[in-house]
């Protein structure tokens, strides 16, 4: 594992403004839903029983900064029930163009405005001399620790907050110098910032990487963790998955889920569905598996504290 001199750690921590990054806001706890803009009109009329299971909901500011009437009105209706996490998709946080300050200025009010308690993204690429429309991985490589951890300082000074990166679902490693899990345990310390955890990312990666992903899970530093993430894939080959967020949730996830709370405590944690959506009651039906397994893991804990 890379490892930042204890001068240069202590540097990056001083050059930030809150002094307990990971620790989310309470508002956000129990079980969340991705808002995605084809699921509103299902959800507003399912509206109790949406609010009967959804603790907190997830937005990524490209789709609402800026939009005004109908939309903006649908968004309020939302954002106005639930505390709102935000998960960004094209800060491209490992790319070699410079940031897009102009979007980091937008996303800035966007979290001020609606009260967004936390705002992640994801450890990867998605532009090169224009967007690249996917999230490309980050050679495991020292160079790009510095790299992606700089401009993760960078966006954290300019938010004035953490914020908190998710290890991405990858299917090449260009120029591998170390271990994936080596790779995000040294941008999370160099950076000094919060960690979104991805289960079924870790399942995918797992399998068409062979490794052990209980085991990686267990690597990460989970002090730093914000939430969590669960979805679905798609099974292309025994040895081939992929990361679709258009199905649902399989057992191994499920299992790899309470495995961390198990590690690390429960946490807030979120269903993402981003196409192929099934009917209310079915995505309220994974929301509440969330539910469960969080009470399971709260019980085997002797009732300690959950997150
Ligand atoms: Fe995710």
New binding site residues.
């Given amino acids: 594992m890379v490892k930042a001199s204890a001068a240069k750690v202590s540097a990056v921590r001083a050059s930030v403004v809150q002094p307990e990054p990971w620790r989310i806001d309470p508002a956000i706890h129990g079980a969340g839903l991705g808002l995605r803009r084809g699921l509103m009109a299902p959800l507003s009329e399912h509206a109790d029983a949406v609010a009967s299971a959804v603790n907190f909901m997830e937005v990524a500011p490209e789709n609402w900064v800026g939009l005004g009437g109908r939309w903006k009105r649908r968004f309020a209706e939302f954002s106005d029930q639930y505390p709102l996490v935000s ?1 960004g998709l094209s800060l491209s946080l490992g790319g070699p163009e410079p940031l897009d300050m102009g979007f980091l200025h937008d996303v800035r009010h966007f979290l001020r405005d609606n009260d967004v308690r936390c705002y992640t993204e994801h450890l990867s690429y998605c532009s090169d001399h224009g967007h690249l429309y996917d999230l490309m991985p980050i050679p495991f490589t020292e160079e790009a620790v510095h790299h992606a951890a700089a401009r993760i300082r960078q966006v954290q000074d300019f938010l004035g907050q953490r914020i908190g990166i ?1 290890h991405v679902s990858y299917y090449a490693a260009p120029g591998q110098q170390m271990s994936e899990l080596d790779f995000v345990c040294a941008v999370l310390e160099e950076a000094d910032c919060g960690l ?1 955890l ?1 289960v ?2 870790a399942y995918v990666n797992s399998i068409n990487h062979g490794y052990d992903a209980a085991q990686y899970i267990s690597g990460l530093p989970g002090e730093r963790i914000m939430y969590v ?1 669960v ?1 679905g894939h798609f099974d292309e080959a025994a040895d081939l998955k992929v990361d679709t ?1 258009g199905s649902a949730v399989t057992d191994p996830v499920w299992a790899l889920l309470s495995h961390a709370y198990a590690e690390f405590g429960v946490l807030p944690t979120l269903l ?1 569905r981003d196409f192929n959506f099934p009917s209310v009651p079915e995505l309220l039906s994974e929301v509440r598996q969330i539910r469960a397994l969080q009470s399971a893991g709260e019980s085997a804990a002797g009732g300690a504290a959950v997150r």
């Fill in positions: 998960h998710e979104l991805d079924n990312n993430h979805a967020h993402e």
